[in-house]
């Protein structure tokens, strides 16, 4: 059997070995020779987003995102668009993403921010001219908590050629004089998407006008989801309580979820298992669990092991506990294998941890019962997990009933 970290190296993308029937690796580089097509000094075509760097901060590299590909147009940036896809097609049309930047700072209120600002707010891709110092160089960025990108280059000028489409609902909450945290809010309540919510809130556009600035795209997607998941437990802990033991489960991309409802006041377990060969763990020997907790009075401190995962998920669990009207206590299993071995952004976690509540859940009347289902579902022994466990090494007395009214 080959060692999962020598995955990649024995199979060179022909023999299938992660499981994916076209090769990853491959399916970007596939796409150079049309990369390289299409860079020049300059750029025309529709702008689908804007990226806010994190280094160099508080002066940071800010730009449109541009599309090279006219087929995905509508979709290269939408994340919430791209559950069920190959994995190799989304790194595909990922490579496409061009990444203009010039540095800023924060606080810039100058008109190349502005523009910026109307096209993280625009509802579909806009059309513009960038002219680059120099033409930009091929490359495929990927994190933990980003979307994947293609070539980046940096700006000279930036022209936006056609008039961003704003909805009237988004224009009416950003330019309003409240907090940030209160329009991120209202924009989810109106329906905007939590991806789309964080491209503004990374564009510096929202918040009363002497606290406005631009925030790093990998902080404001964690800090989006944060912000809208603590607004909306508010609620969440005044609910009634789920009177059974309820499990859902879903997988994608090699990332499987499983996720546990448990009688009682809100509470949260989150457990990541990476697979030696997953992303960020080819040196492992074996699978390295990593967990974080959250208490019923909320956590003091970020979540530094799993950072923008846990919240991700976290968002995922208190928006369905909203949706139903109901709290609980809370473990969730999330199980990375040795076929994810390119990280993709948080956005996996997130929509993967979603889509395990529109499957069919199961229920149980006792604690005991839920945990055998739970361990025949996961990779590991359960046993593994509840050493690390806050929750499930917890003995209460409703769990000897059999049931919860």
């Given at each position: 059997?080959?060692?999962?970290a020598r995955?990649?190296?024995?199979c060179?993308?022909?023999?299938?070995?992660?499981?994916?029937?076209?090769?990853?690796?491959?399916?970007?580089?596939?796409?150079?020779?049309?990369?390289?097509?299409?860079?020049?000094?300059?750029?025309?075509?529709?702008?689908?987003?804007?990226?806010?760097g994190?280094?160099?901060?508080?002066?940071?590299?800010v730009?449109?995102?541009?599309?090279?590909?006219?087929?995905?147009?509508?979709?290269i940036d939408?994340?919430?668009k791209?559950?069920?896809?190959?994995?190799?097609?989304?790194?595909?049309?990922?490579?496409?993403?061009l990444?203009?930047?010039?540095?800023?700072?924060?606080?810039?209120?100058?008109?190349?921010?502005?523009?910026?600002?109307?096209?993280?707010?625009?509802?579909n891709?806009?059309?513009?001219?960038?002219?680059?110092?120099?033409?930009?160089?091929i490359?495929?960025?990927?994190?933990?908590?980003?979307?994947?990108?293609?070539?980046?280059?940096?700006?000279?000028?930036?022209?936006?050629?056609?008039?961003?489409k704003?909805?009237?609902?988004?224009?009416?909450?950003?330019?309003?004089?409240?907090?940030?945290?209160t329009?991120?809010?209202?924009?989810?309540k109106?329906?905007?998407?939590?991806?789309?919510?964080?491209t503004?809130?990374?564009?510096g556009?929202?918040?009363k006008?002497?606290?406005?600035?631009?925030?790093?795209?990998?902080?404001?997607?964690?800090a989006?989801?944060s912000?809208?998941?603590?607004?909306?437990?508010?609620?969440?802990k005044?609910f009634?309580?789920?009177?059974?033991?309820?499990?859902?489960?879903?997988?994608?991309?090699?990332?499987?979820?499983?996720?546990?409802l448990?009688?009682?006041?809100?509470?949260?377990?989150?457990f990541?298992a990476w697979?030696?060969?997953?992303?960020?763990?080819?040196?492992?020997?074996?699978?390295?669990?990593?967990?974080?907790?959250?208490?019923?009075?909320?956590?003091?401190?970020?979540?530094?092991?799993?950072?923008?995962?846990f919240?991700?998920?976290?968002?995922a669990?208190?928006?369905?506990?909203?949706?139903?009207?109901?709290?609980a206590?809370?473990?969730?299993?999330?199980?990375?294998?040795?076929?994810?071995?390119?990280?993709?952004?948080?956005?996996v976690?997130?929509?993967?941890?979603?889509?395990?509540?529109?499957?069919k859940?199961?229920k149980?009347?006792?604690?005991?019962?839920?945990?055998?289902?739970?361990?025949?579902?996961?990779?590991l022994?359960l046993?593994?997990?509840?050493?690390?466990?806050?929750?499930?090494?917890q003995?209460?007395l409703?769990?000897?009933?059999?049931?919860?009214?």
């Amino acid at each position: 059997m080959v060692s999962p970290a020598r995955m990649c190296l024995y199979c060179k993308g022909s023999r299938n070995l992660c499981g994916w029937r076209v090769c990853p690796l491959y399916s970007r580089n596939r796409e150079i020779p049309k990369i390289k097509k299409s860079l020049k000094k300059d750029f025309f075509g529709p702008s689908t987003s804007v990226f806010v760097g994190h280094n160099f901060y508080p002066n940071v590299y800010v730009g449109p995102l541009a599309s090279l590909d006219s087929e995905n147009t509508e979709i290269i940036d939408s994340p919430e668009k791209w559950f069920g896809k190959p994995y190799g097609e989304i790194i595909r049309f990922r490579s496409l993403v061009l990444r203009s930047k010039a540095k800023e700072n924060i606080f810039s209120k100058s008109k190349f921010i502005e523009q910026n600002q109307e096209l993280a707010l625009a509802n579909n891709p806009t059309d513009v001219e960038m002219f680059f110092n120099k033409t930009p160089k091929i490359a495929f960025e990927t994190s933990d908590i980003v979307k994947p990108m293609g070539p980046s280059g940096t700006l000279k000028k930036l022209k936006i050629v056609e008039n961003p489409k704003i909805s009237q609902k988004v224009e009416y909450i950003v330019r309003d004089e409240i907090k940030a945290n209160t329009a991120g809010n209202l924009l989810y309540k109106k329906g905007v998407d939590v991806h789309k919510i964080s491209t503004i809130l990374s564009s510096g556009i929202l918040g009363k006008n002497e606290n406005k600035k631009l925030v790093p795209t990998r902080w404001g997607i964690t800090a989006t989801d944060s912000m809208i998941a603590d607004n909306m437990l508010k609620k969440v802990k005044d609910f009634p309580s789920v009177n059974e033991f309820i499990v859902f489960e879903s997988e994608y991309l090699d990332n499987h979820f499983v996720v546990l409802l448990m009688p009682g006041n809100w509470e949260f377990d989150n457990f990541e298992a990476w697979a030696p060969g997953s992303t960020w763990s080819f040196d492992l020997k074996k699978t390295e669990i990593i967990e974080e907790h959250e208490p019923n009075r909320g956590r003091t401190k970020y979540a530094d092991k799993q950072a923008g995962g846990f919240y991700a998920s976290r968002f995922a669990i208190i928006e369905f506990l909203h949706k139903i009207k109901r709290q609980a206590r809370v473990v969730a299993f999330r199980e990375i294998s040795e076929g994810y071995t390119i990280s993709l952004g948080v956005w996996v976690v997130r929509d993967t941890c979603r889509h395990a509540f529109r499957n069919k859940p199961v229920k149980f009347d006792t604690l005991d019962s839920a945990l055998t289902y739970v361990d025949s579902k996961i990779k590991l022994p359960l046993k593994d997990y509840r050493s690390k466990s806050v929750m499930l090494r917890q003995r209460k007395l409703e769990n000897f009933f059999s049931k919860i009214n």
